[in-house]
């Protein structure tokens, strides 16, 4: 079974600054990985996802998120983060199979002005 | 806007009653998720249909009960309702349910229950 871990349950930072959103993974078998958002008052969205190639996977908003099999993370990053930014981030995992995508608990970014 | 559509929006109800949460995926898209999201258990995954059939089981309780019709849209069944199940239920669909899909989730239906 996999399982997946968000270590930072809220993650406050400044205008224009940069952002790591961590998650890691368990699993024993190969596995897919996304970042989804959550805006306010809204349902789930993708960000990116990895599948396989590339270990650097770039999505929407500027973000990007880094596959490390030896860690087993999937960081989401952004270089300058901007007020729409500040939502719910959701990393998730599933089994390279027919098989229920596992959400972590998510973490809330608050962008301060 | 993701092309899942839920209804109602919100539902208040009591303790005891039963409700029906109504999900039309995207246009082209076979399969189906239901989530139940609160502030203490989070995002938690109830279950999933393909093409009608029922492809797999989260933390659903006994007392919910949903179905995908022929038409591909899906209802989820609450009944015996308590407190606790007030919460945010969020309906996905995907186009062939494997896991590697993106799934698009509707806006959602917030239950009350009093």
């Known amino acids: 079974a996999q399982s997946v871990t968000q270590l930072d349950s809220q993650v406050p930072v400044f205008e224009e600054a940069p952002v790591e959103l961590r998650c890691n993974y368990s699993?024993?078998?190969?596995?897919?990985l996304f970042w989804y958002v959550q805006y306010p008052n809204q349902g789930l969205q993708l960000l990116l996802k990895?599948?396989?190639?590339?270990?650097l996977v770039k999505g929407i908003n500027g973000f990007e998120a880094e596959f490390n099999k030896s860690q087993t993370s999937f960081h989401l990053r952004k270089p300058s983060v901007h007020i729409s930014d500040t939502a719910e981030y959701f990393c998730?995992?599933?089994?390279?199979?027919?098989?229920?995508?596992?959400f972590g608990p998510g973490t809330s970014l608050s962008v301060i002005p | 806007d993701s092309g899942v559509t839920q209804t109602p929006k919100h539902l208040i109800t009591a303790t005891g009653q039963r409700v029906t949460l109504r999900c039309s995926p995207r246009s082209g898209d076979l399969s189906v998720y239901w989530y139940q999201q609160s502030l203490d258990q989070g995002l938690q995954f109830l279950i999933q249909y393909y093409n009608g059939e029922e492809r797999a089981k989260g933390n659903i309780l006994e007392r919910f009960s949903a179905q995908q019709f022929p038409d591909l849209h899906s209802e989820l069944n609450l009944s015996s309702l308590e407190l606790g199940d007030s919460a945010l239920y969020f309906c996905?669909?995907?186009?062939?349910?494997?896991?590697?899909?993106?799934?698009?989730f509707g806006p959602g239906t917030r239950l009350t229950v009093l």
């Open positions: 998730a995992v599933s089994a390279a199979s027919y098989d229920k995508v596992i």
């Open positions: 699993s024993s078998v190969s596995v897919y």
């Open positions: 996905a669909s995907s186009v062939d349910g494997s896991g590697s899909d993106t799934q698009y």
């Open positions: 990895y599948l396989s190639g590339s270990t």
